[in-house]
């Protein structure tokens, strides 16, 4: 079955670049996603990338896609306090339902 | 303004005491969804429903009930909670088969003792 791995800490300085990378099983996945869950709240879509796209970029956050290696990474630039949250990486269920499976989630821990 | 809601969001309660937890959403979304979190295991999927009147298990369906008789509602009903149910739950709720977004209720912190 699918299986979605990914680091369960990452600490870095303010302003300085977040990396946050998840390792994928299925290939077929026409979607990966990245949810981020702040402190006593749900989790929010944060972005998503498209199987055939390489790389994405909304303002500080950069999705990087690697297929042959089922590997995804989230890039934040300029990291702030405001981005302390646990991240996950998500793909759909290959038997669809809209099922989703998660990582295990990355706490990223921002400090000045 | 579009959401989903759950409650209570936080649930104190005893081993064998029936309970409901209850989610809505009002976006008319055909899909919703329970989860639950636990540390270091991510989000896991507990029952699903893809309309009215259709439900099915996900992948730890164990111990918990649901139902659909209404598109915005989807309950959560535990009939003998046990302290392996404590966890954090989230009910999710999607636009239909394909669509790429969940949307997320805030979480129900049950702790059973």
């Known amino acids: 079955g699918e299986d979605v791995e990914q680091s369960l800490f990452l600490s870095v300085r303010e302003g300085d670049s977040s990396v946050i990378n998840c390792t994928y099983t299925?290939?077929?996945?026409?979607?990966l996603y990245w949810y981020k869950q702040e402190p006593g709240a749900g989790l929010q879509l944060l972005t998503y990338?498209?199987?055939?796209?390489d790389m994405k970029q909304d303002q500080r956050l950069t999705v990087l896609l690697n297929k042959k290696d089922k590997h995804l990474s989230l890039r934040i630039a300029d990291t702030q306090t405001g981005d302390s949250a646990i991240y996950f990486c998500?793909?759909?269920?290959?038997?669809?339902?809209?099922?989703?499976?998660f990582g295990a989630g990355t706490r990223l821990a921002v400090h000045p | 303004e579009a959401q989903v809601t759950q409650n209570p969001r936080y649930l104190i309660t005893v081993t064998g005491k029936k309970l409901t937890v209850t989610c809505s959403q009002n976006?008319?979304?055909?899909?919703m969804s329970w989860y639950r979190q636990d540390p270091g295991l991510g989000l896991r999927q507990i029952y699903y429903?893809?309309?009215?009147?259709?439900?099915d298990k996900g992948d730890v369906p164990e111990g918990y009930k649901v139902s659909r008789k209404e598109k915005r509602n989807f309950p959560l009903i535990l009939e003998s909670p046990s302290p392996n149910q404590t966890s954090l739950y989230f009910c999710?709720?999607?636009?239909?088969?394909?669509?790429?977004?969940?949307?997320f209720g805030p979480g129900t912190r049950l702790t059973v003792t």
């Open positions: 998500a793909e759909p269920f290959s038997g669809g339902y809209n099922k989703l499976i």
């Open positions: 299925d290939s077929s996945s026409t979607y």
């Open positions: 990338i498209f199987s055939n796209m």
């Open positions: 976006m008319n979304h055909e899909y």
């Open positions: 429903s893809m309309n009215v009147e259709v439900t």
């Open positions: 999710a709720s999607a636009a239909g088969q394909g669509a790429y977004e969940q949307y």
